[in-house]
């Protein structure tokens, strides 16, 4: 029994000594998350400690109302040229780039058959004029038949006609002629007037057939004229698809011109700001080619109807590029004066932050770092013009801005001691 006994203590030690040690084990596990906890949290604290920085005053102004839109700028006039009678190109007189004149040769296609079309109709036109008697080709509008040969002898035979028809009478009515030879008289008088009114009719047709006898010399001699394609306006070559040899008919393009002395740029104007766009409206245009320079333009034509899909109206804005300096599908961006002002805050340019197209700024709101987004309307090499985020008056950070974060604790550089912590205003 003592034996038992002793057993029975011993392995009652030995459960709780196994139940103690594993508590100690489970203990310690227990506290090391909590001190990783703490250890991390005073490394947080000691990484985002106070930020020293400089600060600068947003500032009021004053800036003029504008419409802002984009678009690409397209020629004032651009034609895509064809021929107007087919052919098969005999030389090209032009190229991509190359400026021409209103009238200028572009191309030729062989006009040989047209040539030979042209002497015909002249011939057949000489031919009209000889028998109608017309010395001058350029009689036109004061022909008369009964002045042509062929009338003046059928007129001359009716007239003797008459006069035997007259005698015949006097001689019937004293019997000395009978009534065959009587009748003959008459029948020939009939006639001979029968064949003046048919003359007259013939030269009436002649003239005709000379007439359309000159419109067949005049469209062949277009046709001559045509095989030449020439500019319709002054421009400059954009495209030259053709190559000599090549076959082209009125159907096909051979040239693409363009007139880049007035430019346009298509503009959509929302429909609650349709009311405040005219017509004569100063424009200035930016495009990325030239980034420091501004181009004039004027609103010149709007649209008289809203479009459905958009709820906008389109107006057009005319660009002078009288020194060729802006080219046709540059993308522009345009701003309309819109005749009033508005009050904006002006910050300087250091303090803005851009990220993934969103424009921030940081405030030192009472000693906090308030970070902001904002509006932007203009920028310059200076300032940047802000419309919503800022108010004027507020100090907006211009250094240490890359180390600056959302409610961080500010400090004037120089300084060694921290801004007030305050809540940041608004909040």
Known sequence: MRREGVRFASKATLALWVLGAGGSWAMAGCNKPAEHAAVSAEGAATARGPVAVGTAVATAESLADTLSATGSLVADQQSQITPIVPGRVMAVLVERGQRVREGDALLRVRDADYRTQAATASAGLSQARARLGLDEPGANGSFRAENTAEVRAAAAQRDLADDALRRAEQLHQSGAMSDADYQRTVAQSTAAREQYRSAVNSMRGAYFQY???????????????DSVVRAPFAGEVAERPVNVGEYVSPQRAVVTLVNTTRLRMEMQIPQERIARVRQGQAVSIRVDAFP?????????????????DTRSLVAEAVIPNDDGALRPGMFATARVDLGSRRNVVAVPLRAVVREGGTDRVFVNANGRASERVIQVLDRNERAVLVERGVTAGEQVVIEGVAECYDGATLTARGAGQAAPAQAPAGR
């Open 292 to 308: 420091d320079r501004v181009f004039a333009a004027t609103v010149e034509y709007i649209s008289a109807a809203v479009r459905a």
């Open 211 to 225: 007439q359309q006898a000159r419109e067949q010399l005049s469209a062949a001699q277009r046709n001559v004229s």
